[in-house]
């Protein structure tokens, strides 16, 4: 069973940065794909970013040259710095691993348990 646990999420002024982890254990992000998502107040879970399993970036729209996904093999760890970091930006981030970047209400998305980031304006 794959377990993912995120930390660094916190409290940040706007403006600021903050880098979330999802380290995996009895699993190897190696040749899977990696998204990070968010789920903001009574909204809709969103994708955040993706990480191909060969390793090619995508970003919604609205974090595009602010965050930035990340995978180091050697911890097992998959980052995502968030940088000028916006109230809007206020969210249950989440990562998730699959075999390609599927939609957000894929069931073949294997989840973390979540964490929180608030950016205060």
């Known amino acids: 069973e794959v377990q993912l646990v995120e930390s660094g999420g916190g409290l940040v002024q706007a403006g600021g940065s903050l880098r979330l982890s999802c380290a995996a254990s009895?699993?190897?992000?190696?040749?899977?794909?990696i998204g990070w998502f968010r789920q903001a107040p009574g909204k809709e879970r969103e994708g955040v970013s993706c990480?191909?399993?060969?390793?090619?970036?995508y970003y919604k729209d609205s974090v595009k040259g602010r965050f930035t996904i990340s995978s180091d093999n050697a911890k097992n760890t998959v980052y995502l710095q968030m940088n000028s970091l916006k109230p809007e930006d206020t969210a249950v981030y989440y990562c998730?691993?699959?075999?390609?970047?599927?939609?957000?209400?894929?069931?073949?998305?294997?989840w973390g348990q979540g964490s929180q980031v608030t950016v205060s304006s």
């Open positions: 009895r699993f190897t992000f190696e040749g899977y794909a």
């Open positions: 990480l191909t399993n060969d390793r090619n970036a």
């Open positions: 998730a691993v699959a075999g390609e970047c599927y939609g957000v209400t894929s069931p073949r998305w294997s």
